[in-house]
């Protein structure tokens, strides 16, 4: 196992924060117990918790105006799989990554997986792409991939996505996110039933190619790339594609593809209803798909979506295993940070959700008694889980305070040395 950081510089931070955390835990330790919580359970629900990192999220990302890249930006797969080494060592909570296809394309993916294995991390789902144009591409996917008019170029998107498994099968994925921006920007460019009937064979070929133990993760997004329609724009075309291709294929809910206050835990709720969840790409938003980090607009959204997560781990729904990742797009900050800081409100969310007194808001419910029920899971959100989640963090090895120590360490201008400066204008979000 590499550790990145100094072990000893994290060790001699955790000491000095020590006496404060101990103060502060047993306090909430007290607090909890007077609502019959049990403290160490939580920091036990903390410590088995854990988020995917997207391998494409270490760079700095941009807009279709600009991208401003930073200081030691990665330069491939090896230099990303070292930073998101650094988050896991210092969190503790990402133990996992999401690789993209072709971005983080090597000959050898049983040496990648040895690679990845050395930070302590293992690869979740693997994404395809056929929203880029490659360099040796005989087909465009200007007017669409899985669902583009012409059956040649479907047929190549699909041949995309089979590769991308047998890829996947090599660094122990057991997922595909199949994530395509096909769509129209002009009414009548394209017959929208037959893009999707179009987009629903060719979705079964790839479908077709599943391993029996791996899932297909569909993904929905309102807009963009396309500006009019979008193949598969929202929860309910999701739901009838993932329904149409059979019991491997789940809806994915991108927290950031939807219309400005959606109710998005209430989707969540019903993919759940159907045993069609998939899982998550968490992020934040004001406006549209903005990328930005989880719990920085609206942590409060976050924390319903947990509180449907945990209200169903709670009834017992059978085979309930979501798939949880991250997908965020760092154009002012520092990507290692944002990573890390957004693993940490993620983690706090879940354990937030972990505090409601589900038979207490039950009761109140079944009475009618709206701000009784409406106070109940409001002062679970309300609760600091800060000590818990801290204390989760040290007792794996990381730090009490990753940002601190990251900066203390040094890294980003250790980086800054090794890998050459990104020059030029360049744009788009990686
Ligand atoms: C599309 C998306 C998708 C990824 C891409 C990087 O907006 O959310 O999940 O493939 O971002
Ligand atoms: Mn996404």
């Not at 209803?273 to 719990?295: E, I, P, Q, R």
Request: glycine share 8%.
């Amino acid at each position: 196992m590499t550790d990145v950081i100094s072990v000893d510089l994290i060790g001699t931070l955790n000491e000095a924060a020590r006496a404060a955390l101990d103060d502060e835990f047993g306090a909430l330790g007290r607090k909890l117990a007077r609502q019959g919580a049990d403290i160490e359970a939580l920091v036990q629900r903390a410590v088995d918790w854990t988020v995917a990192i997207p391998t494409w999220g270490v760079g700095t990302g941009g807009t279709r105006f600009a991208r401003f890249p930073g200081k030691g930006e990665p330069r491939g797969i090896h230099d990303k799989l070292e930073d998101c080494g650094v988050i896991q060592q210092l969190t503790r909570g990402t133990r996992t990554v999401s690789p993209h296809i072709p971005w983080d394309k090597v000959s050898d993916y049983n040496a990648l997986r040895q690679e990845a294995a050395q930070y302590g991390l293992g690869f979740d789902a693997v994404n395809s792409n056929t929203f880029q144009d490659q360099v040796d591409q005989k087909l465009s996917y200007k007017y669409g991939s899985l669902a583009n008019a012409d059956r040649m170029t479907r047929t190549q998107a699909v041949e995309h996505n089979l590769e991308c498994i047998e890829i996947g099968r090599a660094l122990g994925s057991t997922s595909i996110t199949v994530w395509i921006g096909d769509g129209t920007n002009f009414a009548g460019q394209q017959n929208l039933t037959k893009m999707f009937e179009n987009y629903l064979d060719a979705m079964a070929q790839v479908y077709a190619g599943l391993p029996k133990d791996w899932l297909m993760f569909i993904e929905h997004k309102m807009y963009e790339p396309a500006f009019y329609s979008t193949v598969i724009s929202d929860w309910g075309s999701n739901l009838i594609a993932a329904q149409t291709l059979g019991p491997q294929a789940k809806c994915l809910v991108d927290l950031g593809h939807h219309a400005p206050n959606t109710n998005i835990e209430q989707i969540v709720a019903r993919l759940i209803h159907v045993g069609k969840l998939a899982g998550f790409h968490f992020n934040d938003s004001k406006y549209g798909d903005d990328d930005l980090d989880a719990g920085s607009v609206d942590p409060f959204r976050l924390f319903l979506v947990f509180n449907e997560l945990v209200d169903a781990e709670k009834r017992g729904v059978k085979a309930f295993n979501p798939a949880y990742m991250i997908d965020q797009s760092h154009n002012v900050t520092d990507p290692i940070e944002s990573l890390m800081s957004s693993a940490i409100e993620i983690a706090r969310a879940y354990v937030q959700a972990s505090l409601v007194d589900r038979a207490a808001l039950a009761a109140a419910q079944d009475a009618n008694d709206t701000l009784t029920a409406h106070r109940i899971l409001k002062s679970a959100y309300l609760t600091d889980v800060s000590p818990i989640l801290t204390e989760a963090r040290i007792r794996q090895g990381g730090a009490a305070d990753p940002i601190a120590a990251y900066r203390k360490a040094g890294y980003r201008a250790l980086k800054a040395k090794e890998r050459p400066e990104v020059k030029g204008a360049s744009s788009g979000i990686v």
